[in-house]
């Protein structure tokens, strides 16, 4: 007989808790998950309103280049360093986003099935 289904024969209150252990874990698991998912959404939407922004001040400084040519010197590189700014925060959500995103979910899951499996294997066999 395997020892899995004697096991669940004589003391099935074991096999009840560790599938409460193992669901436990994927909750805990799953919550980190959506934090970083939720996490990652955010980022992504808050880099696409800032180039968006980039986008609508680099037109306004166009246009503002265009029908002012008499500004003074002094005053010009306000211009084209103006969407410069929202720039920067869009790239630094998208390099935070990709960091989030690089996490590995369900890892703690994973090894746990592993090890598992590994028991039940090194049990198994003859």
Request: positive net charge.
């Amino acid at each position: 007989m395997h020892p899995l289904l004697a096991l669940l024969a004589t003391r099935p209150q074991l096999l009840v808790d560790h599938a409460q252990a193992y669901a436990a874990l994927f909750n805990e698991e799953f919550d980190q998950a959506r934090a970083s998912w939720q996490c990652t959404a955010v980022l992504q939407a808050v880099a696409l309103c800032c180039v968006s922004a980039a986008a609508v001040l680099a037109g306004v400084a166009l246009m503002l280049w265009a029908i002012s040519p008499a500004l003074p010197v002094q005053a010009q590189w306000v211009l084209p360093v103006t969407p410069l700014a929202p720039l920067l925060v869009a790239l630094i959500c998208m390099v935070t986003a990709r960091r989030v995103a690089r996490q590995d979910a369900f890892a703690n899951l994973r090894r746990q099935i592993g090890s598992d499996m590994a028991i039940l294997r090194a049990v198994g066999s003859p």
